[in-house]
């Protein structure tokens, strides 16, 4: 699977949007992005994924570039529940392991 | 609809004695995964199962760890002999298989947290 790229951290305000940016320079034709988060040692949680199109549901939007090297999740409302780390993943269909990097830790302000 | 459920929440162990993690997936999942959170780092895949079946365990210690998932009944990772670096966060996930370009997403358990004394 191809690697990510996430900066460590992340400051938002509350009720701005947050975009967490991430790289994926080597992906391939066939690999899909996705996205989970983790709230405080809690069990991960599916956020989106996407291939090459923009994606869009009620828990954020994703944007990936044309040529598919990165990408950036927008959460349009940060609210202070929305503080965890971000896990951005590449994985194509028939390889189900999900490999977790460092992802980025966003932290919303009050 | 409940959730992916694992037991124990928390579970300590001497040295030496056994660990058994227990996963049982959502209503109608028939795919299993195992990851471990070490302290501070993200999650590692261990292992993938079907009924019956290990699918991939490139990620799992090969010695003193095993994992099953049996016709009927939960998900078990079982560590043998545990030493104090087994002491982590053990998460199971479990998914349908769907077709590609389909939404395989992993739903998570809220994990167990071994403590090796």
């Known amino acids: 699977d191809a690697k990510t790229t996430q900066p460590p951290s992340m400051d938002c305000a509350e009720g701005r949007a947050a975009n967490l940016p991430c790289n994926h320079s080597t992906i391939s034709g066939n690999e899909y992005v996705y996205w989970y988060r983790q709230i405080h040692s809690q069990g991960p949680q599916y956020i989106i994924h996407?291939?090459?199109n923009n994606e869009t549901n009620e828990m954020a939007s994703l944007i990936i570039t044309e040529d598919r090297k990165s990408s950036t999740l927008i959460l349009p409302h940060a609210t202070l529940r929305d503080t965890a780390v971000y896990y951005c993943i590449v994985s194509n269909f028939g390889n189900e392991k999900l490999t977790f990097g460092t992802g980025t830790r966003l932290t919303i302000i009050p | 609809n409940a959730g992916v459920m694992q037991n124990p929440r928390h579970l300590v162990r001497r040295r030496g004695q056994e660990a058994r993690l227990r996963c049982s997936p959502m209503?109608?999942?028939?795919?299993v995964y195992w990851y471990r959170q070490l302290p501070e780092e993200g999650l590692k895949f261990m292992v993938y199962l079907q009924k019956e079946n290990i699918i991939d365990e490139s990620g799992m210690p090969k010695e003193r760890f095993s994992a099953e998932f049996p016709k009927e009944g939960p998900s078990i990772l079982r560590i043998q002999q545990v030493v104090r670096g087994d002491s982590a966060a053990y998460f199971c996930?479990?998914?349908?298989?769907?077709?590609?370009?389909?939404?395989?997403?992993?739903?998570f358990g809220p994990g167990t947290r071994l403590t090796v004394l």
């Open positions: 209503k109608g999942h028939s795919h």
């Open positions: 996930a479990s998914s349908l298989r769907l077709l590609a370009g389909a939404n395989n997403e992993q739903f």
């Open positions: 996407g291939l090459k």
